[in-house]
């Protein structure tokens, strides 16, 4: 099955600086991978997916890199503020049997300092 | 909010036990995925259903069943608990079965004693 390694599991930054979070994943044939911010006590929430057949995805401070050759997508937040502070877990979908379940990397810590 | 409702917030039971959790997908989504979260374990995917199918099943316990009901509205049957299954439990929808997105309802807090 797919194995998703996530790197670093807590992060500091200063306020305004850019922060970046690397997955790694091991099934070439995952092809939809999501990345989720949670708060303490509350639900993932999806804040940018990619797909394979797309290097790249911006949405406004938030960038997602794919690179299917390496298996390795990285999450980019730039301009961070401290209501960025939270868990951020990859994930990568393994499409067996018509499936899009998810498979999670363990999550990273992220501490923005004012 | 993702529009994803899950009963009851929160749940404390004593070992041996049985519960249920029940969500409600978000309207129009057929699809119902259930995750477990714990702090040693991460988010694990447990089991999927689709317009009342199961359709996939992930690492889910043989004491743990689930189904889902015409409405489309989900229930995870969790049995002989054991301390080890406190932990948050978190029902997610899309679409359809091979949709990508995924949204997440507010989870179930369950604390076996």
């Known amino acids: 099955g797919e194995n998703v390694e996530q790197h670093p599991s807590t992060l500091s930054v200063q306020e305004g600086d850019s922060a970046v979070i690397k997955c790694t994943y091991s099934d070439s044939a995952s092809n939809y991978f999501p990345w989720y911010k949670q708060e303490l006590g509350k639900r993932p929430q999806l804040i940018i997916d990619i797909r394979s057949n797309v290097g790249e995805k911006k949405d406004q401070r938030i960038a997602v890199t794919l690179n299917k050759t390496a298996k390795h997508f990285s999450l980019h937040i730039t301009e961070t503020q401290p209501e960025d502070s939270a868990v951020y877990f990859c994930?990568?979908?393994?499409?067996?049997?018509?499936?899009?379940?998810?498979?999670f990397g363990k999550g990273t810590k992220l501490s923005v300092i004012p | 909010d993702s529009g994803v409702t899950q009963t009851p917030k929160h749940l404390i039971t004593a070992t041996g036990q049985r519960v249920t959790l029940r969500c409600s997908p978000r309207s129009g989504d057929l699809s119902v995925y259930w995750y477990q979260q714990s702090l040693d374990q991460g988010l694990q995917f447990l089991i999927q259903y689709y317009n009342g199918e199961e359709r996939a099943k992930g690492n889910i316990l043989e004491r743990f069943s689930a189904q889902q009901f015409p409405d489309l509205h989900s229930e995870l049957n969790l049995s002989s608990l054991e301390l080890g299954d406190s932990a948050l439990y978190f029902c997610a929808s899309s679409p359809s079965g091979v949709a990508y997105e995924q949204y997440f309802g507010p989870g179930t807090r369950l604390t076996v004693t």
């Open positions: 994930a990568a979908s393994d499409p067996g049997a018509g499936s899009y379940q998810l498979t």
